[in-house]
């Protein structure tokens, strides 16, 4: 009897909060070679895209003899974001098991200490602020092309981004967190893990988001899935502020915007890569003339001339 598959997103620890992410899947994934060319890709692609999640199901997580007990929601996605103030939580694994039909299984995934006092850290986005993907492309057909066509290991990274990225995680005492925040499926999950490590990314968190028919509905910026991300990583970290690293493709810029308006204290700097899109470029280049907090770049080059 085949077990069910457990994949675990992400699962980090901080001076104040627990938080662990995943979905349970009827099939493990399809794992990609750096052999595997266009057709092998296309393959992966259609195998991501119908994944087979189960919904409602009870899962168990186990931290520090802690028991979480949560549901699935209608696309296999459970979640623990808790206060573990007072609970004398001890740093080490999270145990995680369910069951459904005659099918189960049980695994223990590591749970990545960040508790450490750091200033600093990274928040970042990934299609055209550090993987050349093409988002503002005539119907994004950059994107669609490269996604199904070109494997992780295949993929551009925008220049001088790995380095640059390693220069600022390190540019205080301690190495802060790093948190990859990208509007891509968590289906892309594995894939853009690959890319990252492949590419020799500072080590770091990936938060993607679910696909589903609410996106089709009409959102402000403050509902907006890169917002409320970067809202609760600010309340995990409650202790560092963060650099914004993102592009002037579509809405980093006024997502980020709000966000350091409500939070001015807490937002360090806001980094832009120019992205292709001249209107918004012209409006931000005066913008951020006016405003030292924010910095454009072609590329990142240039962080290494200061």
């Given at each position: ?14 001076r ?23 057709f ?27 028991a ?58 990934i299609?055209?602020t ?19 066509f ?96 993102g ?14 308006e ?20 012209k ?24």
């Open positions: 009897m085949k077990k069910l598959h457990i994949q675990v997103y992400t699962s980090f620890i901080t104040t909060h627990l938080y662990v992410k995943g979905r349970i899947l009827k099939d493990s994934p399809f794992l990609i070679k750096p052999t595997h060319g266009i092998s890709s296309l393959i992966y692609t259609i195998i991501r895209a119908f994944s087979r999640e189960i919904k409602f199901v009870p899962v168990q997580c186990v931290v520090s003899s802690i979480y007990q949560v549901v699935t929601d209608d696309e296999g996605y459970f979640e623990i974001f808790d206060n573990i103030e007072g609970k004398n939580m001890e740093v080490g694994v999270v145990e995680i098991s369910a069951e459904y039909k005659s099918r189960s299984n049980k695994i223990v995934a590591p749970i990545v200490d960040l508790s450490s006092d750091v200033p600093v850290g990274i928040i970042s986005d299609d055209d550090i993987m050349v993907t093409g988002v503002k492309s005539f119907f994004k057909i950059k994107v669609i092309l490269n996604t199904l070109l494997n992780p290991f295949r993929r551009k990274p925008i220049e001088a981004a790995a380095d640059a990225f390693h220069l600022l995680s390190n540019h205080v005492n301690g190495k802060g967190p790093v948190i990859y925040l990208s509007n891509s499926p968590w289906n892309l999950f594995i894939y853009l893990q690959t890319f990252l490590e492949y590419n020799g990314f500072p080590e770091g968190t990936l938060i993607l988001r679910d696909m589903g028919w609410q996106l089709l509905k009409s959102r402000t910026i403050a509902q907006r899935n890169k917002f409320i991300e970067v809202e609760k990583i600010l309340i995990a970290f409650s202790d560092t502020n963060f650099l914004l690293i592009d002037t493709g579509e809405l980093d810029f006024d997502i980020y915007q709000q966000l350091e409500k939070y001015p204290e807490r937002i360090e700097q806001i980094i832009l890569n120019k992205a292709g899109n001249r209107k918004k470029e409006m931000l280049h005066e913008y951020v003339k006016k405003n030292t907090k924010y910095k454009m770049l072609t590329g990142f080059t240039k962080v290494f001339d200061e």
